[in-house]
């Protein structure tokens, strides 16, 4: 669980832990979520979010079929512009590596990109199941220090 805070607009959401520290933030149709500790770590946890972000978009939106690909390879792909995790040729989330423009905190971060069709309330919905599955990930890692923040979020 998180607590969803206005960080500057209505399109710019900081998420925060039960101790008030930044774990996520959403900006427009973009969610993010810093603290995974490794890329194998990062690779598993975006295959695994991707999921509870589809069916969530399936029960908000009935009619849509989005269906991640069973049994594809999840593995980096880079578009020149940003490195996504990816099952097949289906981008699943952007990764954002420690210490870089993007991310400047010790941890990868994650980015997940959610329709535009998607209402405020279905991408806080979907930010809510997606942190369910990245908290496991998250949990082993943070013992009461700050986590990462990215830049992506804001500050």
């Known amino acids: 669980?998180?607590?969803?805070?206005?960080?500057?607009?209505?399109?710019?959401?900081?998420?925060?832990?039960?101790?008030?520290?930044?774990?996520?933030?959403?900006?427009?149709?973009?969610?993010?979520?810093?603290?995974?500790e490794s890329e194998k770590d990062a690779l598993a946890a975006a295959a695994e979010a991707s999921r509870a972000l589809e069916v969530t978009l399936r029960r908000a939106y009935a009619g849509e079929t989005i269906l991640a690909p069973r049994n594809s390879k999840i593995e980096l792909m880079s578009d020149g512009a940003y490195e996504w995790i990816v099952a097949g040729f289906r981008p699943l989330a952007r990764l954002l590596r420690p210490r870089t423009q993007r991310n400047d905190g010790d941890s990868f971060a994650l980015e997940f990109l959610v329709p535009s069709y998607a209402t405020q309330h279905v991408t806080l919905a979907?930010?809510?199941?997606?942190?369910?599955v990245l908290s496991k990930y998250v949990a082993q890692n943070h013992s009461g220090g700050a986590l990462a923040t990215a830049a992506a979020g804001g500050n």
């Open 126 to 132: 979907v930010a809510h199941s997606i942190w369910e």
């Open 1 to 36: 669980m998180f607590k969803v805070f206005i960080d500057g607009n209505e399109d710019r959401l900081r998420l925060e832990d039960q101790n008030g520290e930044k774990i996520g933030w959403i900006h427009a149709h973009t969610i993010g979520f810093a603290g995974v």
